[in-house]
């Protein structure tokens, strides 16, 4: 994406409106121009620096929606109260449940690992996605509960010591992904099949006989994000 590129300049002032942004109305009025954007860079073959930038400030916008809407604690809008504000709907927004779920999710990743997250995917030239966004803030969910269990224990412990009896475990078996993020991780890997085939094509159409430089490196990416959303959704 050049300099005087007409999309770089609706990122760029999306990103300062963003950081104004107060409401959700406002919020999803950018992150839908920046996915918009997004989705150009992509379908125009603009390159993997324009849409990353773009996949940011959706990203950013999404992340910023997400803790606006926990603190309103929403619930799809069947709420019963005088007040305007409790009566408001997720329809009222413009936002579905699982867009709501979803960017609650996104906006739990702690910020300095967020950042990390796209240092790293720029600096290896990754593809910047919502679902690694939402697979880091599992695995982070995780160890938070694993560290909440471990102290649980240890606190166990002491009352064990004490002469209290410990309450009976029960097991909890995993039901994979629900299904605002099997639905995200979905649309990732369809996502990345549409441009492994775009990749692709140009081989088993008979037009090319070997991939550049760049589409190899893009192919190698892509098998691996692909390895690892199978692997979620198998989880």
């Known amino acids: 994406m050049s300099v005087e590129s007409p999309q770089l300049v609706v990122l760029e002032s999306a990103t300062h409106a963003l950081a104004l942004a107060n409401t959700i109305g406002e919020i999803k009025m950018i992150r839908d121009k920046a996915e918009a954007v997004r989705k150009y860079a992509q379908s125009a073959a603009l390159g993997l620096d324009a849409q990353?930038?773009?996949?940011?400030?959706?990203l950013r916008a999404e992340r910023k929606a997400?803790?606006?809407?926990?603190?309103?604690?929403?619930?799809?809008?069947?709420?019963?109260?005088?007040?305007?504000a409790d009566c408001l709907k997720l329809d009222d927004l413009g936002i579905s449940q699982n867009q709501s779920t979803r960017w609650q999710?996104?906006?739990?990743?702690?910020?300095?690992?967020?950042?990390?997250?796209?240092?790293t995917k720029q600096a290896a030239g990754?593809?910047?996605?919502?679902?690694?966004?939402?697979?880091?803030?599992?695995?982070?969910?995780?160890?938070?509960?694993?560290?909440?269990?471990?102290?649980?224990?240890?606190?166990?412990?002491?009352?064990?010591?004490?002469?209290?009896?410990?309450?009976?475990?029960t097991q909890r078996?995993?039901?994979?992904?629900?299904?605002?993020?099997?639905?995200?991780?979905?649309?990732?890997?369809?996502?990345?099949?549409?441009?492994l085939d775009d990749i692709l094509r140009p081989i088993y159409s008979g037009?090319?006989?070997?991939?550049?430089?760049?589409?190899?490196?893009?192919?190698?990416?892509?098998?691996t994000e692909i390895r690892v959303l199978l692997k979620q959704l198998s989880q």
């Open 105 to 119: 999710r996104e906006a739990q990743l702690s910020e300095d690992v967020f950042e990390e997250y796209l240092r």
């Open 207 to 223: 037009t090319s006989e070997k991939l550049r430089s760049g589409e190899r490196r893009g192919l190698g990416h892509l098998m």
């Open 173 to 195: 078996k995993s039901a994979g992904p629900q299904p605002p993020l099997r639905d995200e991780l979905m649309g990732e890997l369809k996502d990345h099949c549409n441009l």
């Open 66 to 84: 997400g803790q606006l809407l926990s603190s309103l604690n929403l619930r799809g809008g069947d709420r019963k109260s005088n007040n305007h």
């Open 126 to 169: 990754g593809e910047i996605l919502a679902a690694g966004v939402l697979r880091l803030a599992k695995i982070q969910s995780k160890q938070q509960g694993e560290t909440a269990s471990q102290n649980v224990k240890a606190q166990t412990a002491g009352d064990d010591l004490e002469g209290n009896s410990p309450q009976p475990k």
């Open 52 to 58: 990353n930038r773009a996949a940011e400030v959706k």
